[in-house]
């Protein structure tokens, strides 16, 4: 299940569920995401061209030859990998996407399609009326970044003004467009 469909918006220690949408329930548990090791692709190198023997000269014109097509090698994309220390930019980004939900303000161009598809204007007035109460946060403390379904998500623990403390996971797909976030109570495996 992907972070862009996986959007479980608020449990907080109180036990509140705001919202959870998702593509299709899942009848096993999903285990933890792997990375397969990254494997160059290995292109065999094409010989070189024998030179034709020199021909008689000839009266009559003789036609150009036509280049014997050689395999190009196909470019690699390499797979992502999260990083070990916080992004600066990405926890600014992710902040303000936590302000963002507390008011509202969602700018669409930021989220990749399908969660901007699965975050609906009735699901935002929903978050803004469960995140608007926590106020503003007093610590957002970068804990990790995992490479889960071909997005990053990053960790972060927030205490908020109300006392509560929870995660915030910030989801970013390899184009730098949201895929997904949502806050847990505890911090996922």
Do not use: C
Not at 6 to 35: D, E, K, M, R, Y
Request: a negative charge.
């Amino acid at each position: 299940m992907t972070l862009a469909l996986l959007l479980a918006l608020a449990v907080f220690p109180q036990g509140i569920v705001i919202a959870q949408a998702s593509a299709a329930p899942s009848a096993t548990p999903t285990a933890a995401p792997t990375l397969a090791p990254s494997v160059a692709p290995t292109i065999a190198p094409t010989p070189a061209p024998t030179p034709a023997p020199t021909p008689a000269p000839s009266l009559t014109p003789r036609p150009s030859a036509t280049p014997t097509p050689t395999a190009t090698p196909t470019a690699t994309v390499a797979p992502l990998v999260a990083p070990t220390a916080e992004d600066r930019a990405v926890t600014k980004r992710a902040r303000e996407w936590f302000h963002r939900m507390q008011t509202g303000d969602v700018d669409r161009s930021q989220l990749d399609a399908r969660f901007s598809a699965a975050l609906t204007d009735d699901l935002i007035k929903k978050t803004q009326a469960a995140f608007t109460p926590l106020g503003e946060p007093t610590a957002f403390e970068f804990v990790k970044a995992q490479v889960v379904d071909n997005q990053i998500a990053y960790y972060y623990q927030l205490s908020a003004s109300s006392g509560n403390s929870f995660y915030w996971l910030f989801g970013l797909d390899p184009d730098g467009k949201i895929s997904g976030f949502y806050v847990r109570a505890e911090l996922p495996e």
